[in-house]
Nanobody, 120 residues
Framework: QVQLVESGGGLVQAGGSLRLSCTAS????????MGWYRQAPGNQRELVAL???????AYADSVKGRFTISRDNAKNTVDLQMNSLQPEDTAVYYC??????????????WGQGAQVAVPT
């Protein structure tokens, strides 16, 4: 039906930058919100940043001023620019989409996850 495929991530030193990208494909009628969540070992999955179809954004307090989310509605893509990365940002980052499939939904879809590691 709908697939979310992520790219980017990796290992970066503290203070460095990374960019995550996600592309949605499949039987998409409309994508409402798109965004990024993360899950560190032993922790619950948490919201990092979200952007609605009209461009409204929301960020976790811990990433405000460091991370920027952007979206291209025409391409069904969402990116996360991460600057000033810190060890506490180490986690698996998941792309998220709230997607209407034909006349049904919206339904929640997730990417496969991208590892971001910032060593101490």
């Amino acid at each position: 039906q709908v697939q979310l495929v992520e790219s980017g991530g990796g290992l970066v030193q503290a203070g460095g930058s990374l960019r995550l990208s996600c592309t949605a494909s499949g039987r998409i009628f409309q994508i409402n919100a798109m965004g990024w969540y993360r899950q560190a070992p032993g922790n619950q999955r948490e919201l990092v940043a979200l952007v609605t179809s009209d461009g409204s954004t929301a960020y976790a307090d811990s990433v405000k001023g460091r991370f920027t989310i952007s979206r291209d509605n025409a391409k069904n893509t969402v990116d996360l620019q991460m600057n000033s990365l810190q060890p506490e940002d180490t986690a698996v980052y998941y792309c998220y989409g709230s997607v209407r499939v034909g006349t049904l939904g919206p339904y929640d879809y997730w990417g496969q996850g991208a590892q971001v590691a910032v060593p101490t």
